[in-house]
C-alpha cells in the first residue's frame, strides 16, 4: 500500500478524514458546514488590586476568553474555593457578563457574602467573544495567598484551572468597619 499524503490519493483531491477512511474502512464524521471542531475557552483569573492591607477588598475577576472560537461555549461551569483567610467579602457585589446558556437558564453566580466558595453554572460565551465574572474578596491576616479554581468545563471541553496570586501587605492601611451599639 502506498502512502497518502493527507489530501491526496490517486491525483485526486480528498480531505484528511476521507484519505483515513480509504486506509481503515468506513468512518463518519459530522461537521456543521464551514465550522472546525472548536477549542475550549480560555480562563484565567486576576485579582486587582492584587495587594491590599488587612481587611481591605479587591476584585477576584475570572475572564472566560472565547473569542477565537466560532462555536458558542455553552455549559460553562467552575467552582473556586478560595485558600484559608481569604473569604468573600460583605458585600461581595458578585456580577457576570456571560450569558445564559442554550437552554435558557442562568447564568448562576453564587458567591455568599462572607464565604469561601464561588461558582458559575448555566453560563454561555457567544462565538468570538469575553465574558467574565467578577467578585469581591478580603483578607484580614498579611502574607501570600495562592488561589488556584477548578476545571472550568463547557461544551467545547474542559478549560483547565486559573491561577493568581493576593498579597495581603501588613505595612498598608486595612480597613474594616464596626457598628455601635450592636444590636
Same mark, same amino acid.
Given at each position: 500500500?502506498?502512502?497518502?499524503?493527507?489530501?491526496?490519493?490517486?491525483?485526486?483531491?480528498?480531505?484528511?478524514?476521507?484519505?483515513?477512511?480509504?486506509?481503515?474502512?468506513?468512518?463518519?464524521?459530522?461537521?456543521?458546514?464551514?465550522?472546525?471542531?472548536?477549542?475550549?475557552p480560555l480562563f484565567t483569573k486576576v485579582f486587582a488590586p492584587s495587594t491590599i492591607?488587612?481587611?481591605?477588598?479587591?476584585?477576584?475577576?475570572?475572564?472566560i476568553d472565547n473569542s477565537a472560537e466560532a462555536v458558542i461555549a455553552d455549559e460553562l461551569a467552575f467552582s473556586d474555593t478560595l485558600p484559608a483567610g481569604v473569604?468573600?467579602?460583605? !458585600? =461581595?457585589? *458578585?456580577?457576570?457578563?456571560? /450569558?445564559? &446558556? #442554550?437552554?435558557?437558564?442562568?447564568?448562576?453566580v453564587s458567591a455568599p457574602?462572607?464565604?469561601?466558595?464561588?461558582?458559575?453554572?448555566?453560563?454561555?460565551? !457567544? =462565538?468570538? *467573544?469575553?465574558?467574565?465574572? /467578577?467578585? &469581591? #474578596?478580603?483578607?484580614s491576616t498579611?502574607?501570600?495567598y495562592v488561589n488556584t479554581s477548578g476545571t472550568l468545563t463547557s461544551s467545547e471541553g474542559a478549560s483547565g484551572t486559573a491561577t493568581d496570586d493576593l498579597t495581603v501587605a501588613t505595612d498598608r492601611p486595612g480597613f474594616s468597619k464596626d457598628f455601635s451599639p450592636d444590636p
Open positions: 500500500m502506498s502512502r497518502m499524503h493527507g489530501s491526496e490519493r490517486k491525483g485526486h483531491r480528498v480531505g484528511r478524514f476521507a484519505a483515513v477512511a480509504a486506509m481503515i474502512g468506513t468512518v463518519v464524521v459530522t461537521v456543521a458546514p464551514g465550522v472546525a471542531n472548536a477549542a475550549p492591607g488587612p481587611g481591605s477588598t479587591t476584585t477576584l475577576t475570572f475572564t473569604t468573600i467579602a460583605t !458585600p =461581595a457585589i *458578585a456580577s457576570t457578563s456571560c /450569558s445564559a &446558556d #442554550v437552554g435558557g437558564s442562568g447564568p448562576d457574602d462572607g464565604g469561601g466558595t464561588i461558582t458559575l453554572a448555566n453560563a454561555s460565551v !457567544p =462565538a468570538g *467573544a469575553v465574558c467574565t465574572v /467578577s467578585v &469581591d #474578596v478580603t483578607a498579611g502574607g501570600t
